[in-house]
């Protein structure tokens, strides 16, 4: 399997606070990856250094063997990644086509509309709520916006943050089998979950994080069953 | 029929009020900022398509539309310049520099022009239709009409173009707007083009009815526009549409029944009523501020 995404030595600094210390990690095409850890250590900083919302010091990004540490924001999508955010930051005030739209904002009106059908035939719910202003959908809904609109220009790989948070559990298990069929269509995922037991269930590979270090990495299996990883996040 | 001629001098300067009112809210929309040197764009056009007009001999089509490009372009230019560096600054620091802005714009103009007034000579034909012993001006209604297509124009550009919609959702969230694939830095010239754009209009309407020219001039027709703004709830399109016309009335009716000398201390009387009572206007949205 060739590689996909290739971090190394990433440093990302908040003024002083030295956020992420010098992580490394590659994604295979194929995968699902999942950067594990607390609330605070730096997952999130690592999606959005990637996306090039904020830079690395030391180090270099390399997405299927091209440079993107110095990326814009705004081209990464035309590179082929897609960043679920944190908090799904789905557009309030837009419908929920709207919202399809944007998603498919670089690609030309025929293939938008095309995979605005592809969207609303894996989530019949988008569907129905197609003219709704999609701040009035539920949580859940939101969240499959969220991904539908990430799926919009079929990119080969997606960044999802926290896609669990604030959903009932039912939500969270609909959400991540759905996830990992998207892999099973052939779309790469990175996901950073403090769920840790549920995205290592789906995930090949997992890396641990603590404070802005990869402390653990290996196959989500053995994580599953590491005595630390356990004790850590797995609640015994 | 006093009344209804009040009425429509309301709503003539009004619309032009709409116009300028739509650009202020159109950019506190997109970037958070109450730009005060917007007024000074209509000084700028009032300037410029008497310039086109009266010294560059250009027909008044062609001279309009150079007015226009000529606003946008240096609505562009101020954003790149002046305020996009401040992106990531207090809010304060952007609205100072906009007043800032204002200044050298007013003071540039007059150091080339003169402090004396310019004559503009309408381009619309004197007259109008009677009605009973009143006549309407064909400059009413042609201002009228031409605000109300470019207003109608405006909202389906804002709610159906795939532009439109981008500046929508750089409104709400440049950063996950980004993420779509959105050149945001090119929206927000965009945004700031077209309100400089409306503003140009504004002011070729405004000097066909009111004819003198002045570097200051801008100030109290912006002022006006931004108080129309604040009512219709700034941000909003229909809410700066609204404001204006109602602002305009407001005014024109105050002239006409109470004192033309009180007509402004109305208007800014209803800035001070609508911040205490319902800051947001008739369509703001009480958004919090996002971190």
């Known amino acids: 399997m060739a590689t996909l995404l290739s971090v190394k030595d990433m440093n990302v600094y908040y003024g002083v606070i030295h956020a992420v210390k010098g992580v490394s990690f590659d994604v295979e095409e194929g995968e699902i990856v999942t950067l594990i ?5 730096g997952k999130s900083t690592i999606l959005k250094t990637i996306s090039g919302m904020l830079r690395s010091k030391t180090g270099s990004i390399a997405f299927d063997g091209k440079d993107i540490s110095n990326i814009e924001p705004y081209k990464l999508l035309g590179m082929g990644i897609a960043h679920v955010p944190e908090g799904r930051c789905i557009f309030q005030r837009l419908t929920v086509e709207e919202n399809l739209e944007m998603g498919g904002y670089i690609s030309k009106p025929a293939e938008v509309a095309a995979a605005i059908e592809n969207v609303y035939n894996l989530f019949p719910r988008l569907k129905e709520r197609r003219r709704q202003i999609a701040g009035t959908l539920s949580g859940g809904e939101q969240q499959m916006l969220a991904i539908g609109r990430a799926m ?14 604030g959903l009932a559990p039912i939500l969270v298990q609909q959400i991540f089998q759905f996830i990992k069929e998207l892999n099973a269509s052939g779309t790469t995922i990175l996901l950073v979950e403090q769920n840790a037991h549920m995205a290592l269930r789906i995930a090949n ?4 994080l603590e404070t802005g270090r990869i402390v653990l990495e290996g196959k989500a299996s053995e994580l599953l069953t590491n005595e630390s990883v356990k004790k850590a996040y797995l609640g015994g | 029929m006093t009344f209804l001629y009040q009425i429509l001098n309301g709503i003539q300067i009004g619309a032009i009020y709409a116009l300028v009112a739509l650009g202020y809210s159109m950019v506190y929309g997109i970037v958070k900022l109450i730009n005060f040197a917007h007024g000074d764009i209509i000084m700028l056009g009032s300037y410029a398509v008497w310039y086109f007009m009266t ?3 250009m027909p008044w089509w062609l001279a309009t539309i150079a007015t226009i490009i000529f606003c946008s372009i240096v609505g562009i230019i101020i954003e790149k310049l002046a305020y ?9 620091s952007l609205l100072i520099t906009a007043i800032g802005v204002s200044l050298f714009l007013q003071n540039t103009v007059q150091l080339i022009f003169t402090a004396n007034p310019k004559m503009f000579v309408t381009f619309i034909p004197s007259g109008g239709f009677s009605i009973g012993n009143r006549s309407i001006s064909y400059t009413t209604l042609i201002t009228i009409a031409i605000s109300a297509a470019i207003m109608v124009a405006l909202t389906l550009l804002v709610s159906k173009t795939k532009i439109g919609k981008a500046m929508r959702a750089v409104s709400e969230d440049n950063r996950t707007a980004q993420l779509m694939g959105i050149n945001v ?12 754009g409306l503003a140009a209009v504004a002011a070729v ?8 020219i002045a570097p200051t001039m801008g100030s109290m027709l912006g002022l006006k526009a931004f108080v129309a703004a604040v009512l219709g709830g700034i941000g909003s399109i229909p809410g700066a549409m609204l404001g204006g016309l109602l602002i305009g009335v407001a005014e024109s009716l105050t002239k006409g029944y109470i004192s033309s ?31």
């Not at chain 2, 830095?185 to 400089?196: E, K, R, V, W």
């Not at chain 2, 201390?265 to 919090?288: E, H, M, N, Q, S």
């Open chain 1, 37 to 41: 850890g607390a609330n605070g250590a």
């Open chain 1, 152 to 165: 919009m220009t079929k990119p080969r790989l997606i960044m999802m943050d926290e896609p669990s948070m």
């Open chain 1, 205 to 208: 590979r997992g890396y641990v």
């Open chain 2, 55 to 57: 010294r560059l001999n």
């Open chain 2, 84 to 92: 996009k560096p401040l992106r990531n600054s207090a809010r304060i």
């Open chain 2, 185 to 196: 830095d090119n929206t927000i010239s965009f945004t700031f083009a077209l309100g400089s």
């Open chain 2, 205 to 212: 309407l405004y000097v066909c009815s009111y004819s003198q």
């Open chain 2, 261 to 291: 000398q009180l007509a402004d201390a109305v208007l800014f009387g209803i800035l001070i009523i609508v911040l205490l009572v319902k800051p947001t206007g008739f369509f703001g949205r009480g958004d919090r501020e996002k971190v």
